[in-house]
């Protein structure tokens, strides 16, 4: 499977931006889509994920109640709703593809999108 991450962009702290992950090459089906971040010299951390199949969704303590991933069955893409911005969140965005169920570990994920940049400045 191939992925297409995009979106990413500058933004002042408190404002928004919206990531997108498009999958080409297999069905989504029995599959997890999730993103994860890495900022300059960390470790690339766990943001969010959705499962295609029923839509159950898992988001990381750092961005709960601010960021929303959802999905796009027909466009066989992944959206991450990104509100409330900090400068904090500044990192390349990953999307990732895991066989089953949500997960949150690195490990689990197989295909990985060219990642998307994000900044926010304050």
């Known amino acids: 499977v191939q992925l297409q991450a995009s979106g990413g962009g500058l933004v002042q702290a408190g404002g928004s931006l919206r990531l997108s992950c498009v999958a080409s090459g297999r069905a989504l089906n029995g599959y997890t889509v999730g993103w994860f971040r890495q900022a300059p010299g960390k470790e690339r951390e766990f943001v969010a994920a959705v499962t295609w199949n029923d839509g159950t969704k898992g988001n990381g303590d750092s961005v709960k109640g601010r960021f929303t991933i959802s999905r796009d069955n027909d466009g066989n893409t992944v959206y991450l709703q990104m509100n409330s911005l900090k400068p904090e969140d500044t990192a390349v965005y990953y999307c990732?593809?895991?066989?089953?169920?949500?997960?949150?570990?690195?490990?689990?994920?197989?295909?990985w999108g060219q990642g998307t940049l994000v900044t926010v400045s304050s």
């Open positions: 990732g593809t895991s066989p089953g169920i949500i997960a949150i570990y690195e490990r689990r994920y197989e295909y």
